[in-house]
């Protein structure tokens, strides 16, 4: 009689261990995101070389080109109020109501 359990490939390492976590060396597992020292990295160079008076200089050139460009407008407006939240539509497919079978009826409790 065959043995009804399926074998992993021998060529294939494991993704988890027997308590369910991903092994080291897993793409998902505890290695983590090998670029974010990277991108850490980029991000102190940026810090390290631009100034508050470059930044506030930046921001003043963004604020003139709001008054004339909409699309700088709606930039500075979105990091100044953020983006309005997005609106979920609550119609069925006709375009009406949503309506459920048990709307205006309150079930019975079970005693």
Sequence with gaps: MADSKKKAPLNKRPE????GQFVNGNCGGPGGNQYA???????QLLYDTVSDEEIVALIHGQMRAAKTN???ASLMLGYLIGKPPQQVNLADAEGGPLAFGWMGK?????K
Excluded: D, E, M
């Excluded at 988890?16 to 308590?19: G, I, L, Q, V």
């Design 37 to 43: 020292a990277y991108t850490q990295k980029f991000r």
């Design 106 to 110: 309150c079930p019975k409790a079970k």
């Design 16 to 19: 988890r261990n027997n308590k």
């Design 70 to 72: 909409p699309a700088a």
